[in-house]
């Protein structure tokens, strides 16, 4: 037999399994109640739109052409929406600084591909989106810790660097309402980071699939803008910007975009080129459609049901978590982070919580690109009524009760 472990690849160590992709799994098992996936309600999905959509381009004389391969940048139509809607948020940019991807995943995929050599450094938060660090462990990087709030000169990191054999190519962030932690960084943290890559000659991975996802509080200028103003326009700017639709429209069409200089761009499309030559252009032409015509209001009415559910969580959570339990407190996105009293182990109580209380969440390690992080998970509002909030919290709160009283 063949023994395949002696031909793969050496990144191929590398890869691990999502720990969320296999919870999502529990959504088969009606009776849990599901904290776990940080996925978008379904329910809620612009079904009727997008039905509405594709009868109209099957049934017209683009139909053959939607059905056909298309350009690797993606199709004309959607590129020009995803074009006003960057205008919107303060990025004067056109078409040719514009990437459709297979979901904002692939952009990560793409990125890493693109920048990182082994040996070299990605600047990430602590804890930081798993499907990043997935995206980017193949391509063989180190990772050192990226703290908005604080003060570290940009040599330290450039020191650290040349230890690991490489330098640092990339800091990567989701600043607007982050997965996992559903935190926001304000407007001084935007600029600080700008101005550290600006020092280290890096650039800046903007991941903002939540931006539309705000609840409360004033909107703030993607770091993109805020990039392409300082340095004089998007062909000068160092920050690459990742969208995606999942979150507002739908996350089954696997449509997402890089907005960044048009150099990269041109760098970015031959990866696609050679990847899977292009994006569905069937699910690209609906996706247009449905955006023109429905964006905005879709977005308001799914973030008052949003904003209700994360209400009803940080109610629950004051209610009935123990005093030494801290969570976050999100002004938008889909999460709020808990820290445990030290000592529990979130991945065991996970175990515990599935066995006698049917409570799913994620725990928080994987989210720590060194593996620390036990005593923290996440929590996701989206897919929960008031009343499964309500009873799961209740739930976990007297497990976890129930766990420290055990360990003293």
Same mark, same amino acid.
Request: proline share 5%; glycine share 8%; charged share 25%.
């Given at each position: 037999?063949?023994?395949?472990?002696?031909?793969?690849? @050496?990144?191929?160590?590398?890869?691990?399994?999502?720990?969320?992709? =296999?919870?999502?799994?529990?959504?088969?098992? /009606?009776?849990?109640?599901?904290?776990?996936?940080?996925?978008?309600? !379904?329910?809620?999905? /612009?079904?009727?739109?997008?039905?509405?959509?594709?009868?109209?381009?099957?049934?017209?004389?683009?139909?053959?052409?939607?059905?056909?391969?298309?350009?690797?940048?993606?199709?004309? @139509?959607?590129?020009?929406?995803?074009?006003?809607?960057? @205008?919107?948020?303060?990025?004067?940019?056109?078409?040719?600084?514009?990437?459709? %991807?297979?979901?904002?995943? +692939?952009?990560?995929?793409?990125?890493?591909?693109?920048?990182?050599? =082994?040996?070299? #450094?990605?600047?990430? +938060?602590?804890?930081?989106?798993?499907?990043?660090?997935?995206?980017?462990?193949?391509?063989?990087?180190?990772?050192?810790?990226?703290?908005?709030?604080?003060?570290?000169?940009?040599? &330290?990191?450039?020191?650290?660097?040349? =230890?690991?054999?490489?330098?640092?190519?990339? $800091?990567?962030?989701?600043?607007?309402?982050?997965?996992?932690?559903?935190? %926001?960084?304000?407007?001084?943290?935007?600029?600080?980071?700008?101005?550290?890559?600006?020092?280290?000659?890096?650039?800046?991975?903007?991941?903002?699939?939540?931006?539309?996802?705000?609840?409360?509080?004033?909107?703030?200028?993607?770091?993109?803008?805020?990039?392409?103003?300082?340095?004089?326009?998007?062909?000068?700017?160092?920050?690459?910007?990742?969208?995606?639709?999942?979150?507002?429209?739908?996350?089954?069409?696997?449509?997402?975009?890089?907005?960044?200089?048009?150099?990269?761009?041109?760098?970015?499309?031959?990866?696609? !080129?050679?990847?899977?030559?292009?994006?569905?252009?069937?699910? +690209?032409?609906?996706?247009?459609?449905?955006? =023109?015509?429905?964006?905005?209001?879709? #977005? $308001?009415?799914?973030?008052?049901?949003?904003?209700?559910?994360?209400?009803?969580?940080?109610?629950?959570?004051?209610?009935?978590?123990?005093?030494?339990?801290?969570?976050?407190?999100?002004?938008?996105?889909?999460?709020?982070?808990? #820290?445990? /009293?030290?000592?529990?182990?979130?991945?065991?109580?996970?175990?515990?919580?599935?066995? %006698?209380?049917?409570?799913?969440?994620?725990?928080?390690?994987?989210?720590?690109? &060194?593996?620390?992080?036990?005593?923290?998970?996440?929590?996701?509002?989206?897919?929960?009524?008031?009343?499964?909030?309500?009873?799961?919290?209740?739930?976990?709160?007297?497990?976890?009760?129930?766990?420290?009283?055990?360990?003293?």
């Amino acid at each position: 037999m063949t023994t395949w472990e002696s031909l793969y690849a @050496r990144r191929a160590s590398r890869m691990r399994a999502s720990e969320i992709r =296999e919870l999502l799994k529990l959504l088969d098992q /009606p009776d849990v109640i599901n904290f776990a996936g940080g996925i978008p309600d !379904q329910a809620l999905f /612009p079904a009727e739109a997008f039905k509405d959509a594709y009868q109209e381009i099957l049934a017209g004389e683009g139909a053959g052409r939607a059905l056909q391969y298309g350009m690797s940048e993606g199709s004309a @139509r959607l590129r020009n929406w995803i074009v006003s809607h960057m @205008r919107r948020l303060g990025v004067e940019c056109g078409p040719e600084n514009i990437l459709v %991807t297979s979901g904002s995943q +692939q952009g990560l995929d793409y990125i890493g591909k693109l920048f990182l050599t =082994e040996g070299d #450094t990605a600047l990430v +938060q602590w804890p930081t989106y798993l499907g990043a660090l997935q995206a980017f462990n193949a391509y063989e990087p180190g990772y050192d810790r990226l703290d908005p709030g604080a003060n570290r000169p940009a040599e &330290d990191f450039a020191a650290a660097a040349r =230890e690991r054999g490489g330098r640092i190519k990339f $800091a990567y962030l989701s600043p607007d309402f982050a997965n996992p932690t559903g935190l %926001t960084v304000d407007l001084a943290g935007r600029k600080r980071l700008l101005t550290l890559a600006g020092e280290l000659s890096c650039a800046v991975i903007e991941d903002s699939p939540y931006e539309s996802l705000r609840y409360d509080g004033e909107a703030l200028p993607p770091m993109l803008a805020l990039d392409c103003e300082a340095s004089g326009g998007i062909n000068n700017a160092r920050t690459l910007y990742c969208g995606s639709f999942s979150k507002s429209l739908s996350p089954g069409l696997r449509l997402g975009w890089i907005c960044a200089a048009a150099d990269v761009i041109s760098r970015l499309v031959l990866i696609k !080129q050679a990847s899977d030559l292009n994006s569905p252009v069937l699910n +690209q032409e609906a996706m247009a459609r449905v955006a =023109e015509k429905v964006f905005e209001a879709h #977005t $308001a009415k799914t973030n008052a049901v949003y904003k209700a559910r994360r209400d009803a969580m940080l109610a629950a959570l004051e209610q009935h978590m123990p005093a030494d339990v801290s969570w976050t407190r999100p002004e938008g996105g889909m999460f709020i982070w808990m #820290t445990l /009293p030290e000592g529990l182990d979130a991945a065991a109580l996970l175990e515990t919580s599935i066995e %006698t209380v049917r409570v799913a969440f994620v725990p928080g390690r994987a989210f720590h690109p &060194d593996g620390t992080g036990a005593n923290t998970l996440r929590l996701s509002f989206s897919c929960n009524d008031y009343h499964k909030i309500e009873e799961g919290i209740s739930r976990l709160g007297r497990l976890i009760r129930e766990t420290v009283t055990s360990k003293l």
